[in-house]
């Protein structure tokens, strides 16, 4: 499904190189579970391959379902079922969260010359997701994350996700600022979606987070590389054992 | 400085001096260098009833059940009004002697108007429509007095609709009485070479509310100036307002809000969305008198800037001689947030209908001011469109 190579990428208006030489293969039903150290190139990785402004690909490729990610607009991408659930999601003020839903599932059945879903279709879909995920109703009339706390904003995205369908999703730290109740409604909104033809990037700092979502496979970034990976106990080696092994390896 | 000026040929025919940019707020719209030509008042135009009913259609408020008081260059037309219910005298009402060009130029025109009496709580929407229709360059007036009688409420709409090349002056004034409630909304959509120059002067009682949004989106020149006092403790005054600009448009709102007596509130909420080569300007200017304490007054002016070529200058003034007030004032320009771009785009969103949905959010604000359901929607139906129109392009 997604298929990285050797990918090469610097800041556009800084030479500094961020991710240096990263390759990952990515199958349909897979997780990969992506950790390492603070300023690694986690989010840079998952920003380039949703298609974020501002980063420049000297090297390597993308290939997506065996076209080039590279080359699409970030909607492209989008509608062809790449989703990120951002570290840090976006407060969008004016534009209601529902409202918002509404365009944006629109918008990606339109590019997949699919129909659009008549409103009460529309409302029942969203409702149901939403109370799986304990957003209440009054959420979804405010405004795309405004106001919302840490918590909500990251059960937000994955009402976004439940709501979008996409077929890869990408998860960037989506635990951290979780209290434990709230990791655990959001580890099953991301259970309910893992299946035969959806795959998963799931960043992370803690092995935790893993406990709920069991990863396939663990990769270790530093320092814009892949330096290590492994099937899930790997996370429970670099929870004892911390990143100094790679970070000295990169030095 | 005393210069005297060699009279224009447009300030030859209305018998008048204009403003100008020597003059400090007039700095950012040289009405004398921008009335390039006389517009005669009091020609006769040809008026097909066909034109008038095609923009009265025209109106982003046609569907809306109201009472219509409608003028058609410069002179009531009967026929297309409905004064049912409504208490009223045809006539120019005797302005307050407000010492002010566009008051003055308003005279020399020769207006027609009303005063309209609201002596209870009326339940209906009065709409007081102003039609230009194809013909010769020229200029049109209205002077119309509103008042709320103490107790009082009512919602007035005013909207300015045309076609051609002309001068339109509104001035306005607002008695809003003794607890009494105004709701006022304004649509600007003057034809593309029109030049429309308003005047408002509004007062607000004790307990009085007053509840204002104004649109300003057609015309190739506007320029709005408003004064608001408080006469009475206790009064609250929302004015809000959005422009919606492109091509070369040039709009210009002077607000005065003048707080002569204490405990008294208001709130400036102004969205400009400015595209291509166009200019917004907004001067508020904030008076908290000696004895007006407790006063709690805010202003806030924020544009959005769609192309490198389009320009909003913003000049807040706060002049406070009491010690015991909250006032304050922000202004921002900008152009569309990227990150907010970019996490729509992420979810869908194409880029064309992702801006809109953010320029659409943006002027919401301003319409947030509009009580009534109906006519707010009707304006985020015309931002609608007019973000349709742009999208076009
Ligand atoms: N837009 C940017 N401008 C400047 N520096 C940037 C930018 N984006 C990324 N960087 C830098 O690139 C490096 C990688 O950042 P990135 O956000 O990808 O790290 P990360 O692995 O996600 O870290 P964390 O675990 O703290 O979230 C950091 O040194 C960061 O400062
Ligand atoms: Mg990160």
Not at chain 2, 7 to 22: C, N, Q
Not at chain 2, 335 to 346: A, C, E, K, V
Request: glycine share 8%; aromatic share 6%; proline share 3%.
């Amino acid at each position: 499904m997604l298929e990285i190579q050797n990918l090469h990428v610097k800041l556009e208006d800084e030479p500094r190189e961020i991710l240096k030489g990263l390759s990952l293969t990515v199958k349909p039903g897979e997780v990969h579970a992506i950790m390492g150290p603070n300023g690694s190139g986690k989010s840079t990785l998952s920003y380039v391959l949703s298609g974020r402004a501002g980063y420049e690909v000297t090297d390597g490729s993308v290939s997506f379902k065996g076209e080039n990610l590279l080359e699409m607009d970030p909607n492209m991408r989008a509608a062809k079922g790449v989703f990120l659930a951002f570290q840090y999601p976006i407060e969008i003020p004016g534009v209601a969260t529902m409202q918002f839903l509404k365009v944006a599932l629109n918008a990606q059945r339109k590019a997949r010359g699919e129909k659009e879903l008549s409103i009460p279709d529309f409302m029942r879909f969203v409702k149901e997701r939403a109370a799986k995920l304990n957003i209440s109703q009054e959420m979804l009339k405010r405004p795309v994350n405004v106001g919302f706390s840490g918590g909500e904003k990251k059960r937000a995205e994955i009402l976004q996700m439940a709501v979008l369908e996409p077929s890869l999703c990408i998860l960037d730290e989506t635990d951290s600022g979780l209290d434990i109740d709230a990791l655990k409604v959001v580890a099953d909104g991301v259970n309910a979606l893992r299946s035969p033809d959806r795959a998963m990037i799931v960043i992370t700092h803690y092995q935790r987070l893993l406990d709920y979502i069991v990863p396939d496979f663990v990769h270790v970034l530093s320092a814009g590389k892949i330096v290590k990976s492994g099937g899930k106990e790997l996370a429970h080696e670099l929870e004892a054992n911390g990143y100094a092994e790679f970070v000295e390896k990169v030095a | 400085m005393n210069i005297a000026l060699i009279k224009t040929p447009a300030e030859e025919a209305f018998g008048i001096s204009l403003p100008h940019r020597r003059m400090e707020e007039w700095r950012w719209t040289d009405l004398r260098a921008r009335i390039d030509r006389p517009y005669p008042a009091h020609q006769n135009t040809v008026v097909a009833k066909i034109d008038v009913d095609r923009l009265i259609a025209s109106s982003p408020f046609a569907k809306i059940k109201t009472h219509r008081i409608v003028f058609v260059n410069g002179s009531w037309d009967q026929a297309h009004s409905n004064f049912t219910g409504l208490t009223f005298e045809m006539g120019v009402p005797t302005s307050s002697a407000i010492d002010d060009p566009l008051i003055h130029l308003n005279g020399a025109i020769e207006p027609a108007g009303l005063t309209l009496r609201f002596e209870s709580n009326m339940d209906v929407l009065v709409e007081i429509m102003h039609i230009t229709t194809k013909g010769a360059a020229r200029s049109m007036a209205l002077r119309n007095c509103i008042e709320v009688a103490d107790g009082a409420s009512a919602t007035i709409i005013e909207t300015y609709l045309g076609e051609g090349d002309y001068v339109l002056s509104s001035v306005m004034e607002f008695e809003i009485g003794l607890g009494a409630r105004l709701d006022r909304v304004k649509v600007e959509h003057e034809s593309a070479s029109a030049t429309h120059l308003s005047h408002v002067v509004t007062s607000l009682a004790k307990d009085a509310k007053l509840n204002e949004f104004t649109l300003t989106s057609g015309g190739a020149l506007n320029r709005q100036n408003g004064t608001y006092t408080f006469v009475g403790e206790n009064a609250d005054a929302k004015i809000a307002g959005a422009y919606l600009l492109n091509n070369k448009q040039h709009a210009d709102t002077r607000l005065v809000v003048d707080h002569a007596v204490p405990h008294c509130t208001s709130r400036e909420t102004f969205k400009c969305v400015m595209d291509d080569h166009a200019r917004g300007i907004f001067q508020g200017k904030v008076i908290v008198r000696k004895h007006a304490q407790k006063t709690d007054g805010k202003q806030s002016s924020h544009a959005l800037l769609l192309s490198e070529f389009a320009e909003f200058d913003a000049k807040p003034e706060l002049e406070i001689y009491a010690d015991d007030v909250v006032c304050g004032h922000g202004a921002t320009a900008g152009d569309i947030n990227l990150d907010h771009l970019f996490y729509l785009r992420s979810r869908g969103i194409p880029e064309a209908e992702a801006k809109s949905l953010l320029i659409a959010a943006f002027v919401g604000e301003a319409f947030d001011n509009v009580v009534h359901d109906g006519l707010r929607d009707a304006l985020v139906n015309y931002a609608a469109n007019w973000l349709q129109v742009r999208k076009n392009v």
